[in-house]
């Protein structure tokens, strides 16, 4: 059983940086890793995964060039630093863990921390 808990949400204003990080019991060094994110009425976002060694990242388009994911399988966690922040960047930001070495889609997603909120004040 994996048990993922995300921190380091909070308010920032437009254009500021924030980082997150999910700290995972478990197993870990042979996951995928995401992050992902919910804003109010919509549904739950892609934001971006990493390998399970890290090599490989992929990012969505609505944050690529400013989102950065990582991992520390000594410190079993996975971070997310977010610069140049926007208000549509508000959400709950969501830890995930894929049992397979590379991210393959959503769906293979079967362990998810409580999530954190982020704040973009305009």
């Known amino acids: 059983q994996v048990q993922l808990v995300e921190s380091g949400g909070k308010l920032v204003p437009t254009g500021g940086s924030l980082r997150l990080s999910c700290a995972a019991s478990?197993?870990?060094?042979?996951?995928?890793m995401g992050w992902f994110r919910q804003a109010p009425g919509k549904g739950r976002e892609f934001v971006a995964s990493?390998?399970?060694?890290?090599?490989?990242?992929n990012t969505a388009d609505s944050v690529k060039g400013r989102f950065t994911i990582s991992r520390d399988n000594a410190k079993k966690t996975v971070y997310l630093q977010m610069n140049k922040l926007k208000p549509e960047d508000t959400a709950v930001y969501y830890c995930?863990?894929?049992?397979?070495?590379?991210?393959?889609?959503?769906?293979?997603?079967?362990?998810w921390g409580q999530g954190t909120q982020v704040t973009v004040s305009s």
């Open positions: 995930a863990r894929s049992p397979d070495s590379d991210y393959r889609g959503i769906s293979t997603f079967d362990s």
């Open positions: 990493i390998s399970a060694s890290g090599s490989r990242t």
């Open positions: 478990g197993r870990f060094g042979s996951d995928t």
